[in-house]
């Protein structure tokens, strides 16, 4: 029978995508593999690709059109299928959305369409995870016999385990064809909304993009859920600003690509999470995990909101590294080709919005993560030196808002005082 073809589930905040173009046209020979179309999701343009051989039978979705996730967009016909195989096909419901209005219609994430259970994998039987996953389920008394994994092959990854109940399955994930599919978290109570003043003649009702829905629900269940709370300091940025002009300096005259201040202030922030790591944490339920790798994200201002690439075992890469690993995801990310594993799995989140010239504020905690840190402008200023005296000086406020029931005011200032050391001397975080 012929195989249809569904929205996949691209990231963990995707609830509908838009068909950008289709790669392939009715009629077309497809090989496992092959490219059908470019899917736009609500942080990156992805390619979707095909996971059995045939023919391209039918296309439902036109170019340009959103769909829900799990809703039928083609249909591919399988060796040996029939002309009459391909009859009664159940096209897509395209998302709608009015200029009045965001009215984009979604399965809501606590209530999905009834699908097909993965198997479950028999008491005795080899049990595929990822070694993070097998960990947090000893320490939760979690039965991975008895959970169904999200990753590549039915593979157990750590949200599948952290989902679990100790000593219960997971709740059925939908058995789609495309492996990786990463689980989607409770959402939040929805807050009663405020009512706006009725627009008039000379405004405009902007509907809501995929990315900024996506962004709006995180940071109200962020906000609801999670007991912040804030520290702040400032410190003596001119030490970090002179080692920033003597290595352009000499970058300028070999031809290498320039430091930005940011660099910097990442490579002390990964310093002090590594002096630090129990705020390289998150919040599991009934447990803390404290990372062992520092995957670091870094805040990147896009058109749509805001989306947050990661540094990948960033205790392990040099300054330059970090330089150009954190301008090539930006720029991908601007342009809405960074891939799921490139802004997914951060354990840290840094936000710097010095280079607008904000002075001071406090970032919202990016749940399951424990901490943010916010970064702002380095600002000269009149300042009281060792001797008493009123000189010129380059100061910068460092903001971390955190996680209470991970990181209480102890900790939060000990993870600052360590950063205030790497930034005020930081030659010690090149060593």
Not at 41 to 65: P, Q
Not at 70 to 84: F, R, S, V, Y
Not at 315 to 329: F, N
Request: net charge neutral; glycine share 8%; charged share 20%.
């Amino acid at each position: 029978m012929p195989l249809p073809i569904e929205m996949p589930k691209l990231s963990d905040t995707m609830t509908e995508g838009t068909l950008v173009k289709w790669q392939k046209k009715v009629g077309d020979t497809v090989e496992m593999g092959d490219v059908l179309a470019e899917i736009e999701t609500d942080k990156a343009t992805m390619e979707m690709e095909a996971f059995d051989d045939g023919t391209l039978a039918e296309i439902y979705v036109k170019e340009g059109e959103k769909v829900a996730v799990g809703q039928q967009i083609a249909l591919l016909a399988l060796p040996g299928d029939k002309p009459g195989d391909v009859a009664a096909p159940r096209p897509a419901a395209p998302a709608k959305t009015s200029a009045k209005a965001d009215t984009t219609t979604v399965p809501p994430p606590s209530a999905p369409a009834p699908v097909a259970e993965v198997p479950v994998p028999v008491s005795g039987s080899k049990v595929k995870a990822s070694p993070l996953a097998r960990r947090i389920a000893a320490a939760r008394g979690v039965d991975l016999a008895r959970v169904a994994g999200s990753g590549p092959g039915g593979r157990i990854v750590q949200r599948d385990v952290l989902e679990a109940k100790p000593g219960a399955p997971a709740a059925p994930v939908a058995a789609t064809k495309r492996p990786g599919t990463p689980a989607q978290p409770a959402p939040a109570a929805p807050a009663q909304a405020i009512p706006a003043l009725p627009a008039g003649p000379n405004d405009r009702t902007l509907p809501l993009s995929g990315m900024r829905r996506v962004i709006a629900e995180r940071l109200v269940a962020s906000k609801s859920t999670v007991p912040h709370f804030y520290l702040q300091i400032e410190v003596d940025a001119g030490p970090l600003l002179s080692l920033r002009s003597e290595i352009n300096a000499s970058a300028e005259a070999s031809g290498r690509g320039k430091i930005t201040v940011n660099d910097l202030v990442i490579k002390a922030v990964v310093a002090a999470l590594a002096r630090v790591p129990k705020v390289n944490a998150a919040w599991a339920g009934d447990a803390i995990i404290e990372y062992a790798a520092i995957n670091l994200s870094v805040a990147v201002a896009v058109e749509d909101g805001l989306v947050t690439p990661v540094l990948r075992d960033a205790a392990g890469l040099s300054l330059g590294e970090i330089s150009e690993t954190v301008k090539d995801l930006a720029a991908r990310a601007r342009t809405k080709k960074l891939k799921p594993e490139e802004y997914q799995g951060g354990t840290f989140t840094l936000s710097n919005l010095g280079s607008y010239g904000i002075e001071s504020f406090f970032a919202i905690v990016n749940p399951p993560q424990a901490a943010i840190l916010s970064v702002g402008a380095a600002v000269k200023k009149p300042v009281v030196n060792a001797a008493g005296q009123i000189v010129a000086g380059q100061r910068m406020t460092l903001g971390l808002s955190c996680d209470h029931r991970v990181v209480d005011g102890s900790l939060g200032s000990q993870f600052l005082g360590e950063l205030r050391g790497f930034i005020e001397k930081p030659a010690l975080m090149l060593l």
